[in-house]
């Protein structure tokens, strides 16, 4: 099975760079072999395509083992994921969920997608997660849950999480391969929830799970899942449930990537180690990662003086080389505005920050060739 380049468009964001160069060295591509040919032809072989499959079954229990979980769930991709988790807990209209300003928008817009308030917190400048202090002070009578994401493969500090007495939603969708405290991420939180797309470490082309320890939180997802239908009462609706599952074949390709997870997240860690040996530390300063966090690397990112950003961008890109800006702080989006958001963390890291080229395959050649560009690029006055 070929590696694809995925498309392009489907990231966020490329305001600040030209797009009318021919891309040689892409941001992503997934990487697929005959071991996920395999599985996907045998779910073909079965003629059992939908969401019900063995496949899914032995998909569940493989993210559950991986990160240490008692019960998986998967769905359709990483957004109904958090949406799921929301609808688990019950959230709802006149309820707030407390989400970290700087990350890509789903685990705020899908709290408006149930009907809530997401309340937007600023993060901390050593590990761009979520700050539990400014958490801790956003919370009011309201408040039902707080989404932590795993912000480009860095752990949140759930220790510091842990007295906020409101369940804690891990966004893990970013950190496939990551450690918090030695443990692999993927367990922690009431429910941790993983996305597969195509740009991710492990992918099923689209994808999600969600992950818990709550008997009681697993069985309300399975028959939230399940149009509000058991196994046991099928066509009986017990609750307003919706389709969020995966099928079976998009589990089957899932398992084979699954098998070689220490292989994929492992390479993308290769790759960023080699643009840290190539890259002047001084011109492109790496994120920062906690001594206590596993980063692992889902892009490679650095950042820059912001008013030298958009002219590095450039520059990479007339090099056929698709680098990208980070996403806008989230109360800056259209449908997230929020007046008077105070979260300066957020606003610097979204306007100095950049990613780099990373997936796994990708060659030395192809990194050194980033290197040498960004060499080359105006970074300094």
Avoid at 138 to 166: C, E, K, M, N, Q
Avoid at 256 to 269: I, M, P, S, V, Y
Wanted: proline letters at 7%; a negative charge; glycine letters at 8%.
């Amino acid at each position: 099975m070929a590696n694809g380049v995925e498309d392009p468009s489907s990231a966020l964001p490329v305001s600040d760079t030209p797009t009318d160069t021919v891309i040689r060295i892409p941001l992503s591509r997934p990487n697929l072999t005959a071991l996920e040919r395999s599985y996907v032809d045998s779910a073909l072989d079965d003629g059992w395509i939908s969401g019900t499959g063995r496949f899914v079954t032995r998909f569940e229990e493989g993210i559950s083992k991986r990160v240490g979980r008692t019960y998986t769930t998967a769905v359709a991709n990483g957004t109904l994921a958090l949406e799921l988790a929301l609808r688990a807990l019950g959230i709802g209209p006149g309820d707030e969920v407390i989400v970290p300003a700087f990350t890509f928008a789903a685990p705020a817009t899908t709290v408006l997608a149930v009907g809530a308030v997401p309340v937007l917190v600023d993060v901390d400048p050593e590990t761009w997660t979520i700050d539990a202090h400014a958490a801790r002070a956003a919370r009011t009578a309201r408040t039902r849950a707080v989404i932590a994401v795993d912000v480009l493969g860095h752990p949140a500090d759930y220790d510091a999480l842990r007295d906020l007495g409101a369940p804690v939603i891990q966004d893990a969708a970013e950190a496939h391969g990551a450690a918090y405290r030695g443990r692999p991420v993927g367990g922690q939180g009431d429910l941790s929830v993983f996305s597969f797309h195509a740009n991710k470490a492990i992918t099923t082309g689209e994808g999600g799970s969600v992950s818990t320890d709550s008997a009681e939180l697993a069985a309300r997802m399975t028959l939230l899942t399940n149009h509000g239908m058991t196994p046991q009462r099928p066509y009986v609706h017990e609750v307003v449930g919706r389709n969020f599952r995966m099928t079976n074949l998009t589990a089957a390709l899932g398992l084979g990537q699954l098998d070689r997870w220490d292989e994929l997240t492992g390479a993308r860690n290769s790759v960023a180690h080699r643009y840290t040996e190539r890259l002047d530390p001084e011109a492109y300063v790496p994120r920062p990662v906690a001594p206590w966090a596993g980063y692992s690397c889902w892009l490679h990112t650095v950042t820059v003086p912001a008013d030298r950003r958009g002219a590095v961008l450039a520059h990479l890109r007339s090099r056929g080389i698709d680098a990208r800006a980070v996403w806008p702080p989230l109360h800056e989006q259209p449908v997230l505005a929020r007046p008077g958001v105070d979260c300066p963390v957020a606003e610097d890291v979204a306007r100095r920050a950049f990613w780099l080229p990373s997936y796994a395959g990708m060659s030395d050649t192809d990194i050194d060739l980033v290197a040498a560009a960004l060499a080359e690029a105006p970074v300094r006055k």
